[in-house]
């Protein structure tokens, strides 16, 4: 109940893997999705690199999914793009992604006090470690929208309860 920073962090510490890939239990990665990805860790300063996030209807009412199958804050477009602060891409959230464990270790991962924006704080804290992130749209996985507007409202105020922490 600590939140899913505090969660990330007890995970990728259970591991001793090079790579450690986080999937939200609420994704579902399309077939092929990590053998997309891992070829960008060729590139030794690359640290991490994220998949297409699209929105799926689960049990959202027709009009919120249509809403979220065009306006998802977790689909962050068509095209690959380098992922840093004030890029076409400036973070990719964690519900998918794939970080080098040594790059986890130096900067500390994720800040388990942080409720919201946890990802967003580690991918720009990884950045500024001089480590480069991809978005790499090529590989996809489907998140389920909100099932009622309070839901998703109640997410919008979450996510923007995060700025002034990241600020």
């Known amino acids: 109940a600590q939140g899913p920073g505090a969660a990330r962090q007890?995970?990728?510490?259970?591991?001793?893997?090079?790579l450690v890939a986080f999937v939200d239990a609420d994704v579902v990665p399309e077939p092929g999705w990590l053998e997309r990805?891992?070829?960008?860790f060729a590139d030794p300063t690359v640290v991490a690199v994220a998949p297409r996030i699209v929105s799926?209807?689960?049990d959202a009412p027709g009009w919120l999914a249509t809403y979220e199958a065009d306006r998802s804050p977790?689909?962050?477009?068509?095209?690959?793009?380098?992922v840093r602060p004030g890029a076409r891409v400036p973070y990719v959230p964690?519900?998918?992604?794939?970080?080098?464990?040594d790059a986890l270790r130096?900067?500390?991962?994720?800040d388990p006090s942080m409720r919201f924006g946890e990802d967003v704080d580690l991918v720009w804290r990884l950045h500024r470690d001089?480590?480069?992130?991809?978005y790499e749209p090529g590989a996809r996985a489907s998140h389920?929208?909100?099932?009622?507007?309070?839901?998703?409202?109640?997410?919008?105020?979450?996510?923007g309860s995060s700025a002034a922490s990241l600020a």
């Open 10 to 18: 007890a995970g990728w510490h259970a591991i001793d893997s090079e």
């Open 37 to 40: 990805l891992l070829p960008h």
């Open 56 to 58: 799926r209807a689960g």
């Open 74 to 82: 977790l689909d962050l477009g068509a095209g690959p793009s380098a």
């Open 94 to 101: 964690t519900a998918v992604l794939v970080v080098r464990r």
């Open 106 to 110: 130096a900067t500390g991962g994720f």
């Open 130 to 134: 001089g480590g480069r992130l991809r």
């Open 144 to 159: 389920p929208s909100r099932s009622t507007l309070g839901r998703w409202l109640r997410q919008r105020f979450d996510y």
